[in-house]
């Protein structure tokens, strides 16, 4: 995974609620094993509606997506993360995130990050106001969203996710440090309740 | 202290806790399914890690299979890689396939509770949102990304953070052709779809206790139509009783011992919870999703809302709801004129679904111009539909009759609505486009979807069978 420290471009404004991964990543994208992640992104929506955020020219080249509650609902098709990454966007800021699609992000290397309330709305009036004509910067080292129409905005990220996202720490190898832990579960559930430890066909 | 089935079934499967913080919760079984399975593989093998728990692991063929009866793997033309990819991925590590033409093909969901692959008290993981149906047997579920999906099969734990504890308690009775995907739409109304957001659910109450395990699965599978982590109902001796005999499930000594076991689980009298609802069921009638979202819901005899009346925060989507479904406020649904009805989908396509809606559609046919459509979810369901002659009822009605797996659902498989058609379906998303571009979908119980074929209108199925339609 990308280490992620500092990432630099420009704030998209998608300012509605409920967005879900179908609409992101649309299933007719993914007919391919391998589709091109970055014409999947939002596809339908870009297709058929020529007004859509990410069709006008100021926002061709996106950095930071800036949408509302429960980013990411739905599906929990990666797809939905990975479409970003080919777009450039490293950064979300959302007001809330859906559960799966948030870890989803952690994975990847993508941040996502939820302000406070006020915080929230003031940033999004910024972003508007820019309306792509200068870049935001988010730096996940002091926490902070720097650009046009107003002073740094604080935000907060669990220190674990935040260590994990800027390590860019291979996730099964963090898990894989605990092996004898593993290991011993399962010694200790084989004898306390052996049938999770088995899934063997009665029949055969 | 007291505590929560979850944090007891939390407690007994975690691992360790992370240098992050995070716990390494075990996972008992770990059910896979094409769409995502084959990125994972390629991932592990790149990195040259095995599959920790094969013997843990199954593969189901379900979201881009073909429904047609002699169906291949070129039938649906873009399932064919992922089929091959999961197939070949799968005996690389050892994993069983249940492949196209295996008599137990199906939808994941579906497949591994009849299997006995879910026994209470255990964990799962499917990269599949709605993984939680299996809850309806008292297992702890989780959905999952591809990421995710490759840790689990590398590990065998996933890296999770403690969700929050919910509590909806189901009161009272419900009345004769109301079911559990009626309760599910309308607590998915109450919370909105982002209610049980970081949180995992515990269904309880008398309703919940009267429903059959199938109606349960039902319930379970909506969860994340709110946002839920996971979703289950405590086991009882329904449950017990269902998985009894199985193929995957113990047997023997082994049998009483996890019987034994499986019945300290419950939720301690005194334990407490983040949050609680309620919802009295006795006056609950059939539901109807008449918006964009599964929280956009009608009972069958109310009138579509008008945005001005509708709280501030969700007015533009009502609206919006409202100009793609091409409806009016104040309107009834029951009544309007559909083109497609589909009864399937991890929701609603086990065997008591397929009987109801089977004793809705004997004696009648489906409406001129209505395409309609039954998808079994397992190729096991559909041998034992079969056997008990609704396949007949069904086709002499104008039913297309399909191979099983998730089909219109999501569409991944090719089947799909037209541009502008209305559909009445027994899945578990209306969102836009999702059943094809254009196609207005409107989610039912299968009672009320096959009423509503057969009229070729939505329909309320009480008054169809009072022969008050």
Redesign the interface.
Known sequence: MQPFTRHTGIAVPLL???I?T??IA???A????KPDYKALLFM?TRSEEPDFVLNQPQFREPGILVAG??FG??????AA?WGMLANNIRVIVAR?F???YR??CL??GLLPVVLAPPDAEAFEARVLAANGAAPFTVDLVTQRISGPGGPDIAFEL????R??LHEG?D??G?????RD??VS??QR?ASA???????????T | MPQTLFDKIWD?HL??K?????D?I?I??HVLHE??A??AFEQLQK?E?PV?RP??T?SMQDHTVATAPGRTDDTNP?GA??LK?MREGSKRNGIKVFDLGDPEQGISHVVAPE?G?V?P??THAV???HASTVGGLGALAF??????L??IL????M?LKR?KRMRIRLDGRLAPHVTAKDVALRIIAELG??GA??HVVEYAGSAVRDMPIEQRMTLCNLN?EM?G?SGFVAPDDSAFGWIAGR?????GE?WD??LA?WRTLASDDAATFDREHTLDCSALEPQITWGT?PSQVLGISGRVPDPAGVEA?RR??AESALAYMGLTPGMTLAGLKVDRVFIGSCTNSRLPDLQAAAAVVRGRRVADGVVAMVVPGSSTVKREAEAAGLDRVFRDAGFFWGESGCSMC???NGDRGEPGERCVSTTN?N????QG?KVRTHLVSPETAAATAVTGRIADVRQLLSGHS
């Open positions: 509605k609620d409920d879900n179908d609409q649309p299933v007719l993914m007919r391919a094993l339908r509650q429960n609902a739905g599906s929990s098709r990666e993360v809330s859906a559960d799966i870890e989803n994975q990847n669990p220190a674990a996710d260590m994990r720490l996730d099964i963090l898990t894989l440090k605990h832990e593993i579960w399962e559930m309740q052996p049938w999770l430890q088995t899934a063997a066909d009665n029949r | 007994a691992v360790a992370r240098a992050d913080g995070r390494l075990y008992d079984r769409l995502h084959p990125h990195q890690r920790r013997d843990l199954f873009s890689a992922f990819a299997l692959m026994l008290g255990a990269p599949d949102s959905g999952c990304g591809t990421s995710e490759a840790h590398a590990t065998q734990v890296a969700p779809v982002a957001r970081g994340i946002g982590r193929p995957y499930a113990p047997q082994m011992r996890a076991h979202d925060g533009a989507a999501a569409g991944g998303r969102f836009e486009h999702r571009a």
